[in-house]
């Protein structure tokens, strides 16, 4: 799928730098950057969640834990 993307000069420069670092095109660069925000946002939605578990269901563990 063809897309247009607009950038600023100096989104131009980051995305020039990013694509040089990884050794890669512009292009490349910008999808293995999509990912790895990608990938990054999951994990912390996993955490997020794996804490909000542990926060309800070990209330009275976690409460044991924090006075001893």
Partial sequence: ???TLRLTAEEEQILGRLA??????KQKALIEAMKMVEQRTAKKR???EALQFVL???????QRLADA
């Fill in 1 to 3: 799928m063809a897309m």
């Fill in 20 to 25: 040089s670092q990884l050794g890669t095109s």
């Fill in 46 to 48: 996993k955490l997020d």
């Fill in 56 to 62: 309800s269901n070990d209330k009275e563990l976690m």
